[in-house]
């Protein structure tokens, strides 16, 4: 059984950064793409960012490209997503995600639990 374990939230002001991290347990990834989603109250899960396992492509929506940064460490199972210049529009339940086919939203077979992300004003 595959497990996601997120870690890094937290409040931050305006412009600031954080760093999450997903650890991944349970099968070693030889393929597929891990994911980061977004959740705000009374807004439906958002795409956030991709990367393949065995790939360096990396998918961003343009509310994040050029701030956030995907990254991953096969060895740790881990993949990481480097966000800067954090917007109060970024606040929302971050969830990290594995899917063993494409990056599309719709692939994603395992979820971690979330991890809440705050940005003030």
């Known amino acids: 059984q595959v497990q996601l374990v997120e870690s890094g939230g937290g409040l931050v002001q305006a412009g600031g950064s954080l760093r999450l991290s997903c650890a991944a347990s349970g099968r070693t990834f030889s393929s597929g793409y891990m994911g980061w989603f977004r959740q705000a109250p009374g807004k439906e899960r958002e795409f956030v960012s991709a990367?393949?396992?065995?790939?360096?492509?990396?998918f961003y929506p343009a509310s994040v490209e050029g701030r956030f940064t995907i990254s991953r460490d096969n060895a740790k199972n881990t993949v990481y997503l480097q966000m800067n210049s954090l917007k109060p529009e970024d606040t929302a339940v971050y969830y990290c995600a594995a899917s063993l086919r494409s990056w599309l939203a719709r692939d994603y077979d395992y979820w971690g639990q979330g991890t809440q992300v705050t940005v003030s004003s």
């Open positions: 990367i393949g396992w065995r790939t360096d492509t990396t």
